[in-house]
């Protein structure tokens, strides 16, 4: 079993940043696919950036090409993600996923565990 833990969420003002880092525990996840969904309210949960441990490949979604940077620390099975020049719209809550294959997926229902999810709000 794979527990998920989300921090760095909060409030920003337009053009901050924030980092948010996702602790796996409960098993050693060296291999697989770790990433982050977002989603606002009235909206779907949309996919935001992953890091594949076993190739080392990443994969942004294009809203946040550019300003957004997904990286892993191997020594706390952690994964963070990076926000720079945010904006109002990437006002949501923001969710850890992960799941053991050897491709990353943007679907999130392919993914098998999740954290609890942290808020992060943009002010304009």
């Known amino acids: 079993q794979v527990q998920l833990v989300e921090s760095g969420g909060g409030l920003v003002q337009a053009g901050g940043s924030l980092r948010l880092s996702c602790a796996a525990s409960?098993?050693?996840?060296?291999?697989?696919?770790m990433g982050w969904f977002r989603q606002a309210p009235g909206k779907e949960r949309e996919f935001v950036a992953a890091f594949n441990w076993n190739s080392g490949g990443i994969y942004v979604a294009d809203s946040v090409k550019g300003r957004f940077t997904i990286s892993r620390d191997n020594a706390k099975n952690t994964v963070s993600l990076q926000m720079n020049r945010l904006k109002p719209e990437d006002t949501a809550v923001y969710y850890c996923?992960?799941?053991?294959?050897?491709?990353?997926?943007?679907?999130?229902?392919?993914?098998?565990?999740w954290g609890q999810g942290t808020q992060v709000t943009v002010s304009s």
């Open positions: 996923a992960a799941y053991y294959g050897s491709v990353i997926l943007t679907t999130g229902a392919r993914y098998n565990y």
């Open positions: 409960g098993r050693t996840f060296s291999s697989g696919v």
